[in-house]
């Protein structure tokens, strides 16, 4: 599909993947090769914390696709990355064996802790990494799509949909708190050890997994980019913007709905799985309400219906949160951020890149038209060869 | 499929019976009406006479309570939704102008084209140069072919209009229905409208919505008027418009 391809990368596109893919690569052969120490040389944990906003950067894409460009307000995003992030975890889990506290070399600490005699069925092949894999796109796609398929079929739209999904993160937040649901409650996964034979805390490993998530916010933006350039992508813009009239058009919106909201929660799985080993950690208090929330904010702040934004958003509110809450305003942090929200709605309705773009398109227009005009030429000189 | 064994009625529209109450108010009393293949018909009456409930109910927006609704003699369109009905040739012009404000004026009518409307077919779609070509004419049709790289939202309400009933022609319905297509025009707009659906009429059923006599008038056809949900009369303008009854509850003295 190389015309999917080609239709899809304009100027500001490719220099987002540039800027990615150089950050991807520099990044980490700056914190492997530099000595430690030296200015240019990017400390581990920095590397740690970076691929982390990588990961958020995935998720705001992800959130963009659906509500920037479709209209579908999830107020839920964060389940699908969570459940992404746990399958990555029990992959993690049972890569421990019997270097665990308890030494089990089968059963995971927190179930030897529970006196389980036996590992649970919904664990089994979760040891093995293509199988894990699979499952960080499988599960949070599956609960999308019966999900989607109930909520459009039955036409929720607007603030209705966004209440069912807060509904829908949230029970799962209570499920996974639930000792007895089998994935370490309150504590969650942690304790992880190796990734594939290397160890998760090795500078190596760590410098990897940030290349990595470099190249899966490139992957997911190419994907984005290539569904919302092609056809498909204007008739979800139509039906982010009349709804019924795209239905009297003939198209089946439900269909299509339910495509872009599966495809955005497989790739907030992917997100959530990068994000795991990377953090150490996972626990039910990512399901929080909150964390959808605010991943909503990020897309906001950076721009909605931009994709480049939303990625964008994802990074600078995390690092205002880095930086913030590390230091003497950090009880203040959630009222920044609520101000912010408050104030980008109030006076950058679009966002930093959506304003951008408006400041800059009467330039950009005018080398469009001399572009369209000269393409229109040449379209002429080679009819009129044709004709002849 | 809803589809009869034989066919009942030469007519392309059939409404037989029908009644639709929301809570209680009868907004559809029993009404019948015929269209035949080729036909165009105006629609007047007062507000609230039902005739955008007529329109809901043919396109699947509204369930009837009661009634017969076939389409083409065979195919019961009170079993299928908006989608489906839409696949089988009826088209609809809403009352307020309704295109996709952010998209430009020629993204509007390629979204509107009767092709492959799956989502595997969208998203691997090519342009294909008769696509083009029938963009093309059907921007001649409509006029708007000097504005066709605008974004629809920055068009003149009239230009508007036009669109929407060139989107309508880009689907290519058996049966158009155009609500209040001269609502807010000019006098010019106005006759122009009326110049328009007639070369649509053509080669296309229309059904139209419309309040301004003069403008139903030059259409020159045969008009129906509701009122409370029924038909009240049938017939030429000057039949209709010298009906005591529409005169009383419609046209006024």
């Known amino acids: ?388 | 499929m809803n589809v009869m064994d034989t066919r009942s009625t030469s007519a392309l529209l059939y409404l037989d019976g029908v009644h639709v109450s929301f809570d209680g108010f009868h907004a559809i009393n029993n009404l019948s009406l015929t269209l035949e293949p080729g036909e165009m018909r105006a629609i007047i009456g007062p507000n609230g006479a039902g005739k955008t409930t007529m329109m809901d109910i043919i396109t699947g927006k509204t369930k009837p309570d009661e009634g017969t609704v076939l389409f083409d003699g065979v195919t019961d369109l009170t079993r299928l939704d908006e989608t489906r009905i839409a696949e089988l040739g009826i088209g609809r012009k809403f009352q307020k102008p309704t295109v996709f404000e952010s998209q430009s004026v020629e993204d509007n009518l390629l979204l509107a084209l009767n092709v492959d409307h799956s989502v595997k077919g969208t998203l691997f779609w090519r342009g294909s140069r008769s696509e083009a070509a029938r963009i093309d004419k059907v921007l001649e049709t409509v006029r708007l072919k000097d504005v066709c790289r605008k974004l629809a939202g920055s068009l003149s309400h009239g230009q508007k209009q036009w669109l929407e009933i060139g989107m309508l022609l880009a689907q290519d319905p058996k049966l158009l229905l155009v609500d209040e297509p001269v609502a807010g025009m000019t006098d010019v707009e106005t006759h122009q409208t009326a110049e328009l659906l007639k070369q649509i009429n053509k080669d296309h059923t229309v059904m139209v919505v419309e309040h301004d006599m003069t403008f139903v008038r030059e259409l020159g056809v045969k008009v129906t008027c509701l009122h409370e949900g029924t038909v009240l009369a049938e017939g030429t303008i000057d039949q209709v418009s010298s009906n005591d009854r529409v005169i009383e509850v419609y046209l006024g003295r």
């Open chain 1, 1 to 388: 599909m190389p015309h999917m391809l080609t239709r899809s990368l304009d100027r500001a596109a490719t220099t987002f993947i540039l800027i990615v893919a150089a950050c991807g690569v520099l990044i980490p052969l700056s914190n492997l090769l530099l000595p430690a120490g030296s200015a240019l040389q990017v400390p581990t944990y920095l590397v740690a914390l970076w691929g982390k906003y990588v990961c958020y950067a995935i998720l705001a894409l992800s959130i963009d696709l659906i509500w920037g460009y479709c209209g579908i307000l999830s107020l839920g995003h964060g389940a699908f990355f969570a459940l992404g992030g746990y399958a990555m975890g029990m992959y993690l889990m049972r890569q421990i064996g019997s270097r665990g506290v308890y030494g089990n070399p089968l059963l995971p600490d927190f179930m030897v802790f529970l006196n389980w005699s036996k590992l649970p069925w919904y664990w089994y092949g979760f040891d093995m990494f293509p199988f894990a894999a699979l499952m960080v796109l499988l599960v949070p796609g599956l609960l999308a799509f019966c999900f989607g398929w109930l909520a459009f079929r039955s036409r929720v739209t607007g603030v209705y949909l966004s209440i069912i999904t807060q509904a829908m993160t949230y029970a799962l937040l209570l499920a996974f708190f639930r000792n007895d649901f089998g994935f370490g409650g309150n504590n969650g996964l942690t304790d992880f050890k190796d990734i594939l034979g290397f160890n998760v805390q090795a500078e190596g490993t760590r410098a990897a997994l940030f290349a990595l998530s470099c190249l899966a916010l490139i992957v997911a933006f190419l994907i984005c980019r290539a569904v919302v350039s092609s056809k498909l992508g204007k008739v979800l813009i139509a039906i982010r913007d009349a709804e019924s009239r795209t239905r009297f058009l003939g198209y089946r919106v439900e269909s299509y709905k339910l495509f872009v909201f599966t495809l955005s929660a497989c790739m907030a799985g992917v997100a959530g799985a990068l994000y795991v080993p990377q953090v150490g950690i996972i626990n039910p208090s990512e399901f929080a309400p909150g964390n959808s929330i605010e991943a909503v904010i990020w897309v906001a702040v950076g721009g909605r219906g931009t994709l480049v934004g939303a990625a964008l958003g994802a990074i600078v509110v995390n690092y205002a949160k880095t930086f913030f809450t590390s230091g003497a305003l950090a009880p203040y942090w959630l009222f920044m951020l609520g101000a912010l929200f408050v104030l980008v709605t109030l006076l950058l309705p679009k966002g930093i890149v959506g304003t951008f773009n408006a400041w800059w398109e009467p330039f950009k227009a005018k080398q469009g038209d001399a572009n369209a005009e000269s393409a229109a030429r040449e379209d002429g000189i080679s009819e009129a060869k044709m004709a002849e």
